[in-house]
């Protein structure tokens, strides 16, 4: 079983539609929780992250943790075809460790 | 404000050559330093980490190599490369300390081995 688990997709949604984006992991040290967005040929973009359990809102973007299942997810509201991309997940526990653990990401295309 | 630049950006080369892909960071002062690996529909592989000038750790055993001879400079290089070693180069950063653990990304280099 992978740290990280992360459905790769695609997964296509028409345009103003809510997206839910999600991880699992098996390690219960995890604390950190991160988003990243990649378009195509260029290199991921830090869209969010978050402590511990709890929410996170940014615009349009929400970020959710529930550390008892072991489950994250990222929610896009009102959806534009401009937020057409991969959306890695990334996570690492408190302390030391200089390296986060990455999803293999999901493809998200969002169709006018 | 921080700003990480990757170069070439595209590069072909023949099976056998050798390899330099070079990454620099301005704005910050001793960020640890990252080189991923994205194989087409692939998630990131780590090849080497940084904390500190001449400090490098290889994730993965392969013919790469990795050098860091200023603070906020990161080369990766082959002495000859593979067919297997085409894919997309990430350099990438992040804060030194305690936190997040974020990283911060370059623009890729995209390297196809013939």
């Known amino acids: 079983q992978k740290e990280v688990e992360q459905d790769p997709g695609p997964l296509s949604v028409p345009e103003g539609a809510i997206v839910s984006l999600n991880c699992t992991y098996s390690n219960s040290a995890f604390q950190y929780f991160m988003w990243y967005r990649q378009y195509s040929r260029k290199g991921p973009e830090l869209l969010m992250y978050?402590?511990?359990?709890g929410n996170k809102e940014d615009g349009r973007f929400t970020a959710q943790v529930d550390k008892s299942s072991k489950y994250i997810s990222l929610f896009i509201r009102d959806s534009q075809p401009s937020d057409s991309a991969t959306y890695l997940c990334a996570m690492k526990p408190s302390g030391g460790s200089y390296i986060p653990t990455f999803g293999r990401g999901t493809s998200l295309i969002v169709h006018p | 404000s921080q700003t990480i630049h990757q170069w070439p950006a595209t590069l072909v080369q023949p099976v056998g050559s050798p390899l330099s892909l070079e990454c620099t960071v301005e704005g910050t002062s001793n960020p640890n330093l990252y080189w991923y690996r994205q194989a087409a529909g692939r998630g990131l592989q780590l090849l080497f980490y940084?904390?500190?000038?001449?400090?490098i750790s290889s994730e993965v055993p392969q013919n790469l190599s990795a050098s860091r001879p200023q603070d906020r400079q990161f080369i990766l290089s082959s002495k000859k490369l593979l067919l297997s070693d085409s894919g997309f180069y990430l350099c990438a950063w992040g804060n030194r300390g305690f936190g997040a653990g974020e990283l911060f990304f370059g623009e890729g280099s995209r390297l196809t081995v013939l």
């Open positions: 940084s904390v500190g000038i001449g400090q």
């Open positions: 978050t402590y511990s359990s």
